[in-house]
Nanobody, 130 residues
């Protein structure tokens, strides 16, 4: 079974940093695109960042570009989201997701919600105080 476990959330002050982890199992890690998404109370889920199936391409939503960095450790089947310069508007539940990309599928499409990811993990809460 495909399993994704997000961790690393918490309470942090405005301007602080957190690193989220997404531990994956049950599939060939290198073949899948991995994305981070978030959902704030009363708002729709939005794409945050994505790393391509071969780990060579990354993509960020404009709202986090320059502040967040996604990376992967293939040996540990884990994707990380380093979040710096956090703002109160970053407060949300963060989810990681995985998908075996179809022909023409790419990280921008996932983050822009042009198409969805198949596998989702439970989220981790990130709260940024002002």
């Amino acid at each position: 079974d495909v399993q994704l476990q997000a961790s690393g959330g918490g309470l942090v002050q405005h301007g602080g940093s957190l690193r989220l982890s997404c531990a994956a199992s049950g599939f060939t890690f290198d073949d899948y695109a991995i994305g981070w998404f978030r959902q704030a109370p009363g708002k729709e889920r939005e794409g945050v960042s994505c790393i391509s199936s071969n780990g060579t391409k990354t993509y960020y939503a404009n709202s986090v570009k320059g502040r967040f960095a996604i990376s992967s450790d293939n040996a540990k089947n884990t994707v990380y989201l380093q979040m710096n310069s956090l703002k109160p508007e970053d407060t949300a539940i963060y989810y990681c997701a995985a998908d075996l990309p179809g022909l023409g599928f790419s990280c921008p499409g996932y983050i822009r919600n042009l198409y969805g990811m198949e596998h989702w993990g439970k989220g981790t809460q990130v709260t940024v105080s002002s």
